[in-house]
């Protein structure tokens, strides 16, 4: 029998301690970071107890791994939205995609350090999924390109290749004091993607 508690179904219970785990990690994964935030910790902060914990997640590597899942999925959606209503030239849509993309992360520093930063300080638990959304996105710019002029050199390695330089510009933000502005970040990346794939700003 499915008993409720506080009006709240075991189903219920559980979706909600997932959710406040969940918003625990998304700020103490940012900072501390991964390597500093024991369970015990989580858990103060989500105010379940440790054996609610397990009931949720695996451990703190799984936990991880959802929440930069649900970056790169919200990340992807700001991307793809942006680059459906961009003008339809070669320009329009990289020009849209790259801010929409640097916007959207530098819009929350904890979305940028899980991303950019705790991405490679994890180690081995986020090596799968990095490569997972390092794929996605590539693919992206494929898709958004390939409609245009050809490329000077393999498509998919050059989307790869941007797909980087644009982590390394976040990194930079994430970790320099003073920040670049958003607004540099966005026209260095320009100025990458405009010189790789040979176009010129045509004023959109």
């Not at 700001?78 to 020009?95: E, F, H, N, S, V």
């Not at 530098?106 to 390092?134: F, K, N, P, Y």
């Not at 320099?176 to 405009?194: G, H, I, M």
Request: net charge neutral; aromatic share 8%.
């Amino acid at each position: 029998m499915n008993r409720s508690y506080r009006g709240m179904s075991a189903e219920q219970r559980l979706a909600d301690r997932r959710e406040r785990l969940m918003a625990a990690a998304y700020t103490l994964y940012a900072k501390p970071g991964f390597t500093a935030t024991t369970i015990e910790r989580l858990c103060a902060e989500a105010r379940i107890s440790n054996r609610a914990f397990y009931e949720c997640f695996g451990g703190r590597e799984e936990l991880l791994r959802a929440i930069h899942e649900q970056c790169v999925e919200e990340s992807m959606a700001a991307i793809t939205k942006a680059l459906q209503d961009a003008p339809q030239t070669l320009d329009g849509q990289i020009k849209s995609g790259i801010r929409a993309y640097i916007e959207f992360t530098t819009a929350d520093w904890r979305r940028a350090r899980i991303m950019h930063l705790e991405v490679r300080r994890s180690g081995d638990v986020l090596t799968a999924s990095r490569q997972r959304a390092v794929e996605m996105f590539a693919r992206l710019i494929e898709e958004a390109t390939i409609a245009y002029e050809p490329p000077p050199a393999n498509l998919h390695l050059l989307s790869l290749a941007m797909v980087g330089a644009i982590q390394e510009l976040l990194i930079e933000w994430v970790l320099a004091d003073p920040a670049p502005s958003v607004e540099e970040l966005v026209q260095v990346a320009l100025l990458v993607f405009r010189r790789s794939f040979r176009t010129v700003d045509d004023g959109v």
